[in-house]
């Protein structure tokens, strides 16, 4: 792949998501401060998952984003969230403080060197920002893939939460660009592979810009991925700030690894996972995290295994992987479902074809172990 390719669209994905971390922080920071279900900015959708008035106006902000920069009619959005409940009468209320959230954003963009509107959007504009991201994908084109908020019920229990925007192109993973405003960027004293992709200026970091949220990013076929802090509206750290390259952790020794999980139980099996890990010898806790921080988490060498099982009958949505797929591929792991295989991006906005669940590690070593295990205990589970 020619080095440039894909540059513009990585430095507009990595501002946008930089602004929507930012605009997650805020509403964050307003929803911890009320008591649970005592407002009406969380609602129950369908499935009972959450959303919040965070998810709406991500979605709106990076569709609007990538939509005026790129031209609406050759930008295709594939994301998850729709504008029904929004667009009902009863949520006028809710749809006004999405409307006031993604203009205080957009109002931004400058600072993260993007071009906001000229002009204070309507709710019909917000609602067609949002509607306008209901792409299907599929296995030819490029494809804008977005989570606004992934792990929402993390986001609204004060916890970890992520905003992962990846490009699909032809079937491949070829941008992945993960938000954690909770999660700092791994701290290590020489810091000497900083340096700036999206600026020529590299300001040095300070220690506490370390203690902050970060945004992870790579672009495939390059073997690197890099992180950097996040910027806040409060005007601490302002942009451009520096990056930092990423590596997976060297351990593949299960005695020494560690591996994550989706908090609930619901989302995974957990007594699965603990089988597993124990006929491979890991003997560490489990790390339950919720959302995508879980891939940012091997990215940086902070954990070596991330295993998700999801319940049969449930089929895994491509936003939910895209990006942190891309980013521990490029910073050295394997990510592949419990059969080996490689996922495949080509069906559409499900992994269709998805072998039980999804295994990413720190290297080969621990991946053919854990995929030997699944083969293992599915021969003794089928005796
Ligand atoms: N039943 C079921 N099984 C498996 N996965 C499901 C299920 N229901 C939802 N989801 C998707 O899981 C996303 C959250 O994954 P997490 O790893 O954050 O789970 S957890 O909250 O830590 O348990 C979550 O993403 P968000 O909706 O963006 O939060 C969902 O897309
Ligand atoms: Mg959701
Ligand atoms: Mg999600
Ligand atoms: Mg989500």
Same mark, same amino acid.
């Given at each position: 792949?020619?080095?440039?390719?894909?540059?513009?669209?990585?430095?507009?994905?990595?501002?946008?998501?930089?602004?929507?971390?930012?605009?997650?922080?805020?509403?964050?920071?307003?929803?911890?401060?009320?008591?649970?279900?005592?407002?009406?900015?969380v609602k129950s959708k369908d499935d009972d998952s959450l959303v919040t &008035?965070?998810d709406w106006?991500?979605?709106?902000?990076?569709?609007?984003?990538?939509?005026?920069?790129?031209?609406?009619?050759?930008?295709?959005?594939?994301?998850e969230e729709d504008v029904q409940t929004l667009?009902?009468?009863?949520s006028?209320?809710?749809?006004?403080?999405?409307?006031?959230?993604?203009?205080?954003?957009?109002?931004?963009?400058?600072?993260?060197?993007?071009?906001?509107?000229?002009?204070?959007?309507?709710?019909?504009? &917000?609602?067609?920002?949002?509607?306008?991201?209901?792409?299907?994908?599929?296995?030819?084109?490029?494809?804008?893939?977005?989570?606004?908020v992934?792990?929402t019920l993390?986001?609204v229990?004060?916890?970890?939460?992520?905003?992962?925007?990846?490009?699909?192109?032809?079937?491949?993973?070829?941008?992945?660009?993960?938000?954690?405003?909770?999660?700092?960027?791994?701290?290590?004293?020489?810091?000497?592979?900083?340096?700036?992709? &999206?600026?020529?200026?590299?300001?040095?970091?300070?220690?506490?810009?370390?203690?902050?949220?970060?945004?992870?990013?790579?672009?495939?076929?390059?073997?690197?991925?890099?992180?950097?802090?996040?910027?806040?509206?409060?005007?601490?750290?302002?942009?451009?700030?520096?990056?930092?390259?990423?590596?997976?952790?060297?351990?593949?020794?299960?005695?020494?690894?560690?591996?994550?999980?989706?908090?609930?139980?619901?989302?995974?099996?957990?007594?699965?996972?603990?089988?597993?890990?124990?006929?491979?010898?890991?003997?560490?806790?489990?790390?339950?995290?919720?959302?995508?921080?879980?891939?940012?988490?091997?990215?940086?060498?902070?954990?070596? &295994?991330?295993?998700?099982?999801?319940?049969?009958?449930?089929?895994?949505?491509?936003?939910?992987?895209?990006?942190?797929?891309?980013?521990?591929?490029?910073?050295?792991?394997?990510?592949?479902?419990?059969?080996?295989?490689?996922?495949?991006?080509?069906?559409?906005?499900?992994?269709?074809?998805?072998?039980?669940?999804?295994?990413?590690?720190?290297?080969?070593?621990?991946?053919?172990?854990?995929?030997?295990?699944?083969?293992?205990?599915?021969?003794?589970?089928?005796?």
């Amino acid at each position: 792949m020619e080095k440039e390719k894909y540059s513009e669209e990585l430095n507009v994905a990595v501002r946008v998501v930089h602004m929507a971390c930012s605009l997650c922080q805020k509403v964050q920071k307003g929803l911890l401060g009320k008591a649970f279900g005592d407002d009406d900015e969380v609602k129950s959708k369908d499935d009972d998952s959450l959303v919040t &008035i965070a998810d709406w106006s991500v979605q709106a902000t990076v569709s609007w984003i990538l939509s005026n920069t790129f031209g609406s009619e050759f930008v295709s959005i594939v994301a998850e969230e729709d504008v029904q409940t929004l667009s009902k009468p009863e949520s006028a209320g809710l749809l006004g403080k999405v409307v006031s959230t993604v203009n205080e954003c957009l109002a931004q963009a400058s600072r993260y060197g993007l071009k906001g509107p000229d002009k204070i959007l309507g709710p019909s504009e &917000i609602l067609e920002a949002i509607s306008r991201c209901n792409s299907k994908g599929g296995p030819l084109g490029r494809h804008w893939v977005l989570d606004p908020v992934d792990g929402t019920l993390g986001f609204v229990r004060g916890g970890q939460y992520a905003v992962a925007l990846a490009l699909i192109d032809n079937a491949e993973v070829v941008v992945g660009v993960l938000g954690c405003p909770n999660y700092h960027m791994k701290r290590d004293r020489h810091n000497k592979q900083q340096q700036n992709h &999206i600026s020529s200026e590299v300001p040095v970091p300070s220690p506490d810009m370390l203690e902050e949220g970060c945004v992870m990013y790579s672009k495939k076929g390059t073997g690197e991925a890099w992180v950097q802090p996040t910027v806040y509206g409060d005007g601490k750290y302002e942009w451009p700030n520096f990056a930092k390259q990423v590596r997976v952790s060297p351990i593949d020794d299960p005695a020494l690894a560690t591996f994550c999980e989706p908090v609930e139980r619901a989302n995974s099996n957990h007594s699965f996972a603990a089988g597993l890990a124990s006929s491979v010898g890991l003997r560490n806790k489990p790390l339950r995290v919720y959302s995508m921080v879980k891939y940012a988490a091997i990215a940086q060498g902070d954990a070596e &295994i991330f295993m998700k099982f999801a319940r049969a009958g449930y089929k895994e949505k491509i936003w939910d992987h895209a990006a942190g797929v891309l980013i521990v591929q490029e910073a050295g792991g394997v990510v592949t479902d419990a059969g080996g295989r490689s996922l495949d991006f080509s069906k559409g906005i499900y992994l269709e074809s998805l072998d039980r669940g999804i295994v990413a590690c720190s290297g080969t070593k621990l991946h053919e172990k854990l995929i030997g295990a699944v083969y293992a205990s599915w021969e003794s589970s089928s005796l």
